[in-house]
């Protein structure tokens, strides 16, 4: 099982007696059926909607065998350098909830946090061992003190970024920018990453309207590019005359981009090639996704 130091992870607590209340009134993803031993995806929204963190929404009822002491709770498994923000924002909503929300530290070292995937399972008995809720193929989250998540990776992480974008996981602060996205473009309405049956939360009526009408008309999806062609970040994804959105993360001769489907569905019926960095690309619908993709649309017409 390959094993990758995230080495731009981190995690958040959220703990005390009312921390399962205080994260289900605030967070897309439902808390109250969290269960020890999965990663949930979740998300802090703008009252607008748009995603302001994403994160992995972990239960800890003892904090682990080895973060006993830390009380247990949840667990915010999150980018590194919005951890701060991330906290802040949280204790501006703490109010008089019974809730402590800190960055685990301890002597200054911050918890890892390690991914590992495949068949053969890693052994590590120490920290905090947990399924990656957003898809089976992305295998387990670890959790431990950072140099030891460093002395178990056995790939780099790279490596495990090359892995999550042929599955067509996007992910913050990579694939889209905070305060700029919806849920249902960062596909966490297809992630497990959004309860539409849950109350209220911030931003929740953007979203269930946007669930409801079905006006999400862009998502990022997975590129195959032509052979040898890996464009850079941020290059335009185009069809004849028209701009079609913009690439993300890459790895090889795949990648991510955000995508407009309406504009797609054109190109498709038009006949022309979708084109990135002067090359030709090939736009995939992700195998776990069941949103209208234009291809499904043009094959049924036909």
Not at 43 to 66: C, M, N, T, W, Y
Not at 267 to 295: D, H, M, N, S, W
Request: with cysteine; proline share 5%; net charge negative.
């Amino acid at each position: 099982m390959p094993t990758a130091h995230l080495t731009d992870r981190t995690v958040v607590q959220v703990a005390g007696d009312d921390a399962k209340d205080f994260l289900q009134g605030i967070v897309t993803c439902n808390v109250e059926t969290l269960e020890p031993g999965e990663a949930r995806l979740g998300a802090l929204l703008s009252p607008q909607g748009k995603i302001l963190f994403d994160f992995l929404v972990i239960f800890a009822p003892d904090g682990g065998e080895d973060f006993a002491n830390f009380g247990g709770g949840y667990f915010l498994d999150c980018r590194s350098d919005v951890a701060p923000d991330l906290v802040k924002r949280l204790t501006l909503y703490k109010l008089r909830s019974k809730v402590n929300v800190r960055h685990i530290l301890e002597s200054n070292e911050p918890l890892g946090v390690a991914a590992a995937w495949g068949e053969d399972r890693v052994y590590q008995e120490d920290g905090l061992r947990v399924r990656d809720g957003r898809l089976p193929e992305l295998g387990e989250r670890l959790y431990l003190w950072n140099h030891d998540a460093a002395a178990i990776g056995s790939v780099s992480e790279e490596n495990y970024h090359a892995h999550r974008i042929a599955l067509g996981i996007p992910e913050g602060g990579r694939d889209f920018a905070f305060a700029d996205a919806f849920p249902h473009e960062a596909l966490m309405d297809q992630l497990g990453g959004v309860d539409f049956k849950k109350g209220c939360y911030v931003g929740q009526e953007v979203v269930s309207r946007m669930q409801h009408r079905g006006t999400a008309r862009t998502r990022i999806l997975p590129l195959v590019f032509e052979e040898g062609k890996t464009p850079e970040p941020g290059s335009d994804v185009t069809a004849g005359a028209k701009t079609l959105g913009q690439t993300s993360s890459t790895a090889g001769n795949r990648g991510l981009a955000t995508i407009r489907l309406d504009r797609l569905g054109d190109a498709l019926a038009a006949g022309e090639p979708v084109r990135v960095g002067g090359g030709i690309a090939g736009i995939e619908k992700p195998a776990f996704a069941t949103f209208a993709f234009p291809a499904d649309t043009a094959a049924a017409a036909g």
